[in-house]
C-alpha cells in the first residue's frame, strides 16, 4: 500500500500546475539548494581544523558539544518559519477500505524527506570522518553521529506539533526565549550543560537509547494528534461564526478601487491569517533598533540602509507576497466576473503603499537616533512606494500557492502560501536598496546624502512609470491567469 500513496504522490506532483512554473525558477532554486548544500559540506570539513586554529589547547570535539545546542535551536526556528510541511489529499481515501494507520505512517514518514533532515548530515559526514582520520574512537564517533540524526528527526516531529498545536508552541516558545535570554544576559551558559549532555552522548555510545526514547515519543505523539483527528465529518465540516459590519464609507475616496480596498479591509478583520500577517508587520517597526543602538554599524551605513528599508516594509513584505494567494478560495469566481485586473492590482498596490506610509509616520520616534538615520528611513519609505510595492506585485505572479484564511494552525504564523521562489523574488528587494545606496556613498567619498538622495529618488522613479509598471505586471498576471486557477482549484 505505502508503494501504491508514493505513486499517487509522484502522478500528483508531475500533473499540478506548480510543476509546470518556468524551467529557469527550478533552475535557480537547485543552484541555491546546491550552493547551500555545498557551503555545509565544506563548513563540516573544515570545522575541526578551524575549531583548532581558533581555540587551540581545547579538543574541538568538547567545542562542538558544547554549542551544537544551538544549532538545533536554530534548526528548529527555520522550519517553523520555512519547511512546508508535506500534506496527502486524504478525503477520497477515508472512504475506502484501507487502513488508518497506515495512511497516517505515510503522512509522518514524508516529513523525513525534507532538505532540513539532509542538511546535518552533510556537516556532520564530513566532520566525523575528519574526526576518524584524526585517530578519534570510530564506535564513539560512529555512534555520536547516529544520536545527531536521531535528535535531528525528532525535532522534525517536534516542529509538526508545533505547527499544529498551540499549546506546544508556546512551551517550545517559552524555553527556547528563555535559554536564548540566559545566554545572552549571561545569567547562565546554556553551552555547559549542552556539554555535559552531548559529551556522555559522546563517551557512551549506548546511550543512544535516549535521544531513540525522545524519538518515538515525538513520533507516537504525531501519530496521536492525526489519528484523533482523522474523521470525515471533521474533515468536510465547516463552522459558521457570526459576522460584524463595519463601516468603511471612508475608503469611497478611492472611486472605482474603493470595492477592492473594502474587500481586503473586511479580510483582514475577520480571518485569523490576514491578522497575524498584520500583527507580524507590525514588529517589523522595532528593526532599526537593532541597528541604530549598535556602534559597530556607524561605520557601515550599508546595513543602516538595509534596516530602514524593513521599518516601513513589514506590510509590504509579509501581506503584499501573499497576492493573490489571499483571494485563492474565490479566485475562480472572481476570474468569471467582469472584473478589470487592473483595478484588482491597483487595489493591492494602493494597500501596501497606505501601509508602508503609515509605517513611515509610526516611525517618527526614529528621529532621537538623528536627522541623517530619519532620512534614510524617509529614503526607504520612497523605495519601498516605488520600486518594492511593483517588484513584490510581479512576485505575486509566480505564487500559486492557495492560503486557507481561517484554518487552524500554528500560533504566531503558518506557511500556507509561502514557496521558494518568493525567496528568489525577495533577493532584488533586499540587495538592490543597499546597492542603490552604497554605490553613489562610495563614489562621492563617503557622502551620506549622496546614498540618501539616489535611493530616494530611484522611488520617485518609479512613481513615475507607475503606469507601465502595473501595465506590464498585469500581462503577466493575464498570461498566468488560468494556471493560477488550476493551481487555486487543486485540494
Known amino acids: 500500500m505505502i508503494k501504491k500513496f508514493i505513486s499517487l504522490q509522484w502522478k500528483e506532483f508531475i500533473r499540478s500546475s506548480s510543476f509546470q512554473k518556468g524551467v529557469a525558477i527550478k533552475v535557480l532554486l537547485f543552484i541555491a539548494a546546491a550552493y547551500i548544500g555545498g557551503m555545509a559540506i565544506f563548513a563540516g570539513m573544515g570545522l575541526f581544523f578551524g575549531i583548532q586554529k581558533l581555540i587551540p589547547?581545547?579538543?574541538?570535539?568538547?567545542?562542538?558539544?558544547?554549542?551544537?545546542?544551538?544549532?538545533?535551536?536554530?534548526?528548529?526556528?527555520?522550519?517553523?518559519?520555512?519547511?512546508?510541511?508535506?500534506?496527502?489529499?486524504?478525503?477520497?481515501?477515508?472512504?475506502?477500505?484501507i487502513k488508518q494507520k497506515t495512511i497516517i505512517h505515510f503522512l509522518l514518514g514524508k516529513t523525513v524527506l525534507s532538505f532540513f533532515n539532509l542538511l546535518p548530515l552533510l556537516v556532520f559526514i564530513p566532520y566525523c570522518v575528519t574526526l576518524l582520520t584524526q585517530g578519534y574512537p570510530p564506535l564513539n564517533v560512529i555512534f555520536w553521529l547516529l544520536s545527531i540524526v536521531v535528535i535531528t528527526l525528532a525535532l522534525n516531529f517536534l516542529n509538526i506539533l508545533v505547527n499544529k498545536s498551540n499549546t506546544?508552541?508556546?512551551?517550545?516558545?517559552?524555553?527556547?526565549?528563555?535559554?536564548?535570554?540566559?545566554?545572552?544576559?549571561?545569567?547562565?551558559?546554556?553551552?555547559?550543560?549542552s556539554g555535559i549532555v552531548f559529551g556522555e552522548l559522546y563517551a557512551n555510545p549506548y546511550y543512544i537509547a535516549i535521544p531513540i526514547v525522545i524519538l518515538?515519543?515525538?513520533?507516537?505523539?504525531?501519530?496521536?494528534?492525526?489519528?484523533?483527528?482523522?474523521?470525515?465529518?471533521?474533515?468536510?465540516?465547516?463552522?459558521?461564526?457570526?459576522?460584524?459590519?463595519?463601516?468603511?464609507?471612508?475608503?469611497n475616496r478611492f472611486g472605482s478601487l474603493a470595492t477592492f480596498l473594502k474587500n481586503d479591509v473586511r479580510m483582514i478583520w475577520r480571518n485569523k491569517r490576514p491578522r497575524q500577517v498584520l500583527f507580524m508587520s507590525g514588529l517589523f517597526l522595532f528593526y532599526g533598533v537593532l541597528f541604530f543602538t549598535q556602534k559597530t554599524y556607524e561605520d557601515m551605513p550599508g546595513f543602516l540602509a538595509f534596516a530602514s528599508i524593513f521599518i516601513t516594509a513589514g506590510f509590504l513584505f509579509s501581506f503584499g507576497q501573499l497576492v493573490p494567494s489571499w483571494d485563492s478560495e474565490h479566485y475562480k469566481m472572481m476570474m468569471s466576473q467582469n472584473?478589470?485586473?487592473?483595478?484588482?492590482?491597483?487595489?493591492?498596490?494602493y494597500l501596501m503603499v497606505i501601509a508602508?506610509?503609515?509605517?513611515?509616520?509610526?516611525?517618527?520616534?526614529?528621529i532621537y537616533f538623528g536627522w541623517d538615520k530619519y532620512a534614510m528611513i524617509a529614503a526607504g519609505a520612497s523605495f519601498n512606494i516605488g520600486i518594492n510595492s511593483f517588484v513584490t506585485l510581479f512576485g505575486g505572479a509566480l505564487n500559486r500557492v492557495p492560503i486557507k484564511l481561517n484554518e487552524k494552525a500554528k500560533a504566531f504564523s503558518n506557511t500556507q502560501g509561502f514557496n521558494p521562489t518568493q525567496l528568489l523574488i525577495a533577493l532584488p528587494k533586499l540587495l538592490l536598496p543597499v546597492l542603490l545606496f552604497y554605490v553613489p556613498y562610495y563614489f562621492t567619498d563617503y557622502n551620506l546624502n549622496a546614498g540618501?538622495?539616489?535611493?530616494?529618488?530611484?522611488?520617485?522613479?518609479?512613481?513615475?512609470?507607475r503606469n507601465y509598471f502595473l501595465t506590464q505586471i498585469e500581462k503577466v498576471y493575464q498570461k498566468g491567469k488560468y494556471k493560477t486557477v488550476a493551481a487555486f482549484d487543486e485540494k
Open 216 to 251: 518515538a515519543i515525538l513520533y507516537y505523539l504525531n501519530f496521536k494528534y492525526l489519528n484523533s483527528r482523522f474523521y470525515l465529518d471533521s474533515a468536510i465540516s465547516k463552522k459558521v461564526k457570526e459576522v460584524n459590519t463595519s463601516d468603511l464609507s471612508w475608503l
Open 168 to 193: 506546544v508552541f508556546y512551551i517550545v516558545a517559552t524555553a527556547l526565549v528563555t535559554s536564548a535570554s540566559m545566554q545572552y544576559f549571561g545569567v547562565y551558559n546554556v553551552s555547559i550543560p
Open 356 to 366: 508602508v506610509v503609515i509605517s513611515f509616520v509610526l516611525s517618527t520616534p526614529y
Open 339 to 349: 472584473i478589470p485586473y487592473r483595478k484588482y492590482l491597483e487595489s493591492k498596490w
Open 57 to 97: 589547547g581545547i579538543d574541538p570535539m568538547h567545542v562542538v558539544n558544547s554549542f551544537i545546542i544551538f544549532w538545533f535551536f536554530a534548526d528548529l526556528m527555520l522550519r517553523y518559519f520555512m519547511q512546508q510541511m508535506p500534506v496527502m489529499n486524504i478525503k477520497p481515501l477515508m472512504i475506502i477500505p
Open 452 to 465: 540618501i538622495i539616489t535611493l530616494a529618488l530611484s522611488g520617485v522613479v518609479g512613481l513615475v512609470f
